[in-house]
DNA sequence: GGTGAAATTGTTATCCA
DNA sequence: TGGATAACAATTTCACC
């Protein structure tokens, strides 16, 4: 990977709806070398998917909501239920398991308050579980899935 | 929006570089009708982004950090200082205010703890905080981008 | 690794049911 | 609204630096 591929990924995080020639000529290359970049990042699985982003609110998910919650149990036999369980829920888009005070993090989409609580009952009938605790979202200030690039490992020394 | 616009967007949040024709044979339609529906949740807004996904491992972002805080002063002040001062710093992917006892969640990916410590430390120099507290993430269960599309209203009765 | 152009495939516009 | 076709633009492959 050199400063190249950096430039192909930082568009594409952005917008990867660009034609191919269009982002070519942005890092100064032609098509072809462009195209072979990007299959190499695709292959190396730098590049892991290709999706559109929808607007929660036009999917009538105004509320999000994040829940922290401890282990009843710390065994393997525990977390394995616990995630075959809370995975297969569409409104959790997310499961962090964490370090720390708390042992898992989940964000849920949802409707509204009425929403959040079916999503929560399902929730709590998984496995048992420990301190559940919500809070929810007021305000997103900011959310991307663009990852900074400074700190990539750059093969070739060429800038 | 109809149930077929759903199916497009269910489709479209895992894989959008499917073909046209490809995703017009799945939803049971010709390109036309498909590439019209496209077009109409774009500008309506409901797909708002094209974008790559990319894996922070291969990116040299091997730690994702959770950072909670609470604003020193609760003034429009305070909250235009922080989030300009924030919302800029690559590092931090996602900002959101909260409800309850803690003010502010962000996402952080840096590579390790050194890293983080240097974010950590152009963190608190944007603005007074209060009960900055740090989470790491240990294991990534579930992380999509994709919504849960049941809960969008359907305007025609066909399904 | 890079280029330019040909072959292939996908997208957009026009028109009709 | 949906479908067929044609015009257009894009991507992928090829032979050659």
Redesign the pocket.
Known sequence: M?K?DLEILQILQKDAS???????QAV????????????KLQEEGVIRQHVVLCDPARLNLGLTVMVTLKAAQHNEKWMQKFITGVKDIPEIVEILRMSGDIDYLLKVHVPDMAGFDLVYKKLVKVADLQDVSSSFVMEVIKSTTALPLDYAIL??GKN
């Not at 660009?18 to 070519?24: E, G, I, K, R, T």
């Not at 100064?28 to 299959?39: A, G, I, M, N």
Request: proline fraction near 9%; charge should be positive; aromatic fraction near 4%.
């Open positions: 050199d190249k660009v034609p191919l020639s269009d982002l070519a100064h290359l032609s098509t072809t070398p462009c195209w072979r970049r990007l299959q093969k070739s």
